[in-house]
Every structure is written in structure tokens, then in C-alpha cells.
């Protein structure tokens, strides 16, 4: 079939361990993209996948090969490239692409069985979210953005204790078992992954508290690799300096144990990135507008959009801190990225049509 190419889909990978703020993270770059993103109407109602206007969302567990007992039997984790079909990951990633619909399959979450497959169509941009989205070169090749969410396995251990013991009644001893047990193959396949992503956050435990291990107060970082096409990091007063910043001043409220902003030039994975720091918590988020007038190339459209967006979704986790704040920043990226891409296609089929 013929495809227009200012149609083409925008692909994004975006890759983290589960229980890492992946959701977390999707609701808010949908939001930005303008619209909540919901489950296929009418659909299975087990899929993982979450539709928009302008986006659609899959999750890559839908490509493992292995169901739950397949994977049992053989002794493999989800996590092991053997449980996952990324073949077929690629020819419908780049079906889609192309513009072309597939029949993707469905890996059921509640039965750990794999599902008749859903129909999904060719969106305006498409993110592929999970264990892999960047390991298989095929696949990486056809992003055109791809984000690594890094949490510490610190915050990692306290973010699981929070939820699988307070809401799943888990033992300390069960899940510190569950997270050792994974990470021999989180270190060897996902792990690795993020020397090839365009932008990393990084999620640290805070330094502002001496011996803190609540995970509660965290130090945030976003890597920024530069020499991205359509992607100019974001920066904090004077591009390329170094510069250490504690905004609790006049004009913001502080309490213990305060925000400190860092900027950086660095090196990661012998890439040069631009590196923004933020290790503390918001007080009063309506204040972060003080914050957002200190940073540059936010690709907002217009001033005070950070935290107009930040106050919108005040009720996610991680609102009033660096991971809130990155995510969101991320997100106005890939919009404007996505608009140059688009644009840039319009004048190159003008131009064709001209010849
Ligand atoms: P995933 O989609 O990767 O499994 P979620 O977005 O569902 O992850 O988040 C899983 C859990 O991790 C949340 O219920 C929450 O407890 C915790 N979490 C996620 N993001 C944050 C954050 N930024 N700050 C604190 N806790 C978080
Ligand atoms: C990871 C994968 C899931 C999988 C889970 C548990 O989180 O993303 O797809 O269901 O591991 O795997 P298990 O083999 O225990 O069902």
C-alpha cells in the first residue's frame, strides 16, 4: 500500500523494570500529547495497550514467547531475551511504521497465558514501553526517541516495599528474594539498555539526608545526550555550565531538607550529555513556576506549561520531585520533537512536489 510519509508514525521506546513509574510516566507524556490515553473499547479487557487521539501506547511483554508455565518449565524470567519473540517485535513495529496495521498479540497479565491477538492500527505516535525496547538493533533503530527509566535499586527496594507489602501482604524477606532473584538477568538484558537511550532519569536516593533509606526524599538526575536530532536539552541558566543552585530562597517555601539543583556538562557511556539534577521535594508545587522561569529549552508553548501540568496531575506519584517535574519535561521534548518531524516531512513533500 502507498503511505504518505508526513503520515509516518513517530515511534518511542521507552524502557524500565516493572514496577518502576512506567504507567506513571505514560499518563503523564499522553497528557501532554493532549488527551488521557484509555484501553481499546470493546476489546479484550486484558490488554495492556492504551489508545489516544494521537498515541498509542503498547506494552513489549505482549511479544513474550514464553506464557507464565513456558517459562516455569524451562526455568527462563520474563526478562531473558529467550522468553521473548522480537522477530515479530520488530516486523509489527515497523509495519506499523510503514503504516501498515498488525495483529499484535496479547499477554494476559491475570492468567499469564497468551491472548488472541488485537488489531492495532497505525497511530500518530507510538510508544513502546517494557523490559526491551532498545535491546534487539532492528527495533532500536526504527525509534526515533528512546528514554531509560533508572531506578536505583535502593529506591527500587523501598518503592516495592511500599506497595507489595502494604498492599499485597508480602514479607521483607519475600521481596527482598523476589528482587535478588531477578537481578542476574535485569543486570545482563536491561540493564545495558541504556547506553543507547536519547535521555535517562535517574533515580537516586537523596543526599540531603544523612543515611536516608526511606526512599521517600529523592535525588533525581535527566541525561540528556546531545547531537540528537530535534532534541535540544533542556538547561539551567547558562548552557553548557556548571552550576549548583539552591532555589529556597525568597520566592520559594523550603522545608527540610530542601531542593538543590545541579547542571552539568558529562560523559555517559563515552557519550557527552547535559545533566540536570534535582534532589529534594516541592513544598508548594504552584511555586515550581519559579523554578520552570530558570530553565531553558523546555519546549513549552507557553510560559508556565511545566507547571501547569505538574498542578493538573498533583495526584501522580512523584509530583513533587524530580521525577515528576523530568518526566513532564520529557514529554514536552517528544511533542516538539514529533511537531519538527512532521514538519520537516511537509516541506520535504513540498518540495517533491515541485520537482
Ligand atoms: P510500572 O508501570 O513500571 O509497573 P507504575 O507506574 O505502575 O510502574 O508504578 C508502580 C508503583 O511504583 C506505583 O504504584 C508507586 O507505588 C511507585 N512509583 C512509581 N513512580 C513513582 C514515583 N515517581 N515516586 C514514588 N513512587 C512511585
Ligand atoms: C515481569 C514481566 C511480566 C511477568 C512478570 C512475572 O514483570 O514484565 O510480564 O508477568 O515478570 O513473571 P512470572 O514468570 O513470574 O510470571
Partial sequence: AFVCSAEKTVVIGL???????????????????????????GGNPD???????????????????????????????????????????????????????????????VTGLLDPPELIKPPKILVIEGLHPMYDSRVRDLLDFSIYLDISNEVKFAWKIQRDMAERGHSLESIKASIEARKPDFDAYIDPQKQYADAVIEVLPTQLI?????????????????????????????????????????????????????????????????????????????????VESHLSNLSTKFY????????????????????????????????DLYEQIVAERAAASVAAAKL
Avoid at 267 to 289: A, K, P
Avoid at 319 to 326: D, V, W
Fill in 210 to 290: 544523612p543515611d536516608d533509606n526511606e526512599g521517600k526524599v529523592l535525588r533525581v538526575r535527566l541525561i540528556m545526550k546531545e547531537g540528537v536530532k530535534h532534541f535540544a536539552p533542556v538547561y539551567l541558566f547558562d548552557e553548557g555550565s556548571t552550576i549548583s543552585w539552591i532555589p529556597c530562597g525568597r520566592k520559594l517555601t523550603c522545608s527540610y531538607p530542601g531542593i538543590n539543583f545541579f547542571y552539568s556538562p558529562e560523559t555517559y557511556f563515552s557519550n557527552e550529555v547535559s545533566m540536570l539534577e534535582m534532589d529534594g521535594q516541592f513544598e508548594r508545587l504552584d511555586e515550581l513556576i519559579y
Fill in 47 to 109: 490488554s495492556n495497550t492504551l489508545i489516544s487521539d494521537t498515541t498509542t501506547v503498547i506494552c513489549l511483554d505482549d511479544y513474550h514467547s514464553l506464557d507464565r508455565t513456558g517459562r516455569k518449565e524451562k526455568g527462563v524470567t520474563a526478562l531473558d531475551p529467550r522468553a521473548n519473540n522480537f522477530d515479530l517485535m520488530y516486523e509489527q513495529v515497523k509495519a506499523i511504521k510503514d503504516g501498515v496495521a498488525v495483529e499484535k498479540p496479547i499477554y494476559n497479565h
Fill in 15 to 41: 524502557a524500565a523494570d516493572s514496577g518502576c513509574g512506567k504507567s506513571t510516566f505514560m499518563r503523564r507524556l499522553t497528557s501532554v500529547f493532549g488527551g488521557a490515553a484509555e484501553p481499546p473499547k
Fill in 304 to 335: 508556565g506549561e511545566v507547571t501547569q501540568q505538574m498542578l493538573k496531575h498533583s495526584d501522580f506519584p512523584g509530583s513533587n520531585n524530580g521525577t515528576g517535574l523530568f518526566q513532564t519535561i520529557v514529554g514536552l521534548k517528544i511533542r
